[in-house]
């Protein structure tokens, strides 16, 4: 049988914690900051967590790589 391949995109994108949450950076942090407000741009920073329904799925494409 083959193996299941770890999804490099999601790899690349997601962190799992020691408890088994997920990890992620928040959306809209890349470019065109100026235009969002201090306040905005002060919430989307450092990582957030993914709901337990999203982080099962993330899971299991990630297989064993868990960063």
Do not use: C, D, W
């Not at 100026?34 to 899971?59: C, F, N, Y």
């Amino acid at each position: 049988m083959p193996k299941q391949k770890t999804h490099k995109g999601t790899k690349k994108r997601f962190r799992v914690t020691a408890n088994g949450k997920v990890k992620h950076r928040s959306a809209g942090t890349s470019h065109l900051a100026q235009r969002k407000s201090h306040k905005r741009r002060r919430m989307l920073r450092g990582t957030t967590t993914v709901e337990t329904v999203e982080a099962k799925k993330v899971i299991a494409v990630l297989g064993k790589h868990s960063y």
